[in-house]
């Protein structure tokens, strides 16, 4: 199975794994996420919240920031200082 194809999957179910109901939050899927990085807009940082055996049987997004959990993780040290930084958030795991 492709990057292409976990992702998907994954970004089309990240709110039901991964913070479903989350304010602010909002399912995009891969051809949103390539437009994302393509733009002009400032870069879009991609978030892996999946567990180290779910990153070895799929594989990662190529350029990926591995967060340490999906849920507690340490914010100040794991995602952008910046408080305008566009971020997405890659979760296809059942947790």
């Given amino acids: 199975m492709s990057w292409r ?3 998907v999957a994954a970004l089309v179910a990240a709110l039901a ?3 479903a109901g989350e304010e602010g939050f909002r399912v995009i899927h891969v051809d949103d996420l390539a437009a994302m990085q393509a733009s002009a807009q400032p ?3 991609v978030l892996d919240a999946n567990r180290d055996d779910f990153r070895e049987r799929e594989g990662i997004i190529p350029g ?3 967060l340490s959990s999906y ?3 340490d914010v100040a ?3 952008p200082t910046a408080k305008d930084a566009r971020l997405v958030f890659y979760c296809a795991d059942s947790h």
């Fill in 64 to 66: 990926a920031v591995l």
């Fill in 43 to 45: 870069a879009v940082t």
């Fill in 5 to 7: 194809h976990v992702a």
């Fill in 17 to 19: 794994g991964c913070g």
């Fill in 77 to 79: 040290k794991e995602l």
């Fill in 71 to 73: 849920a507690r993780y």
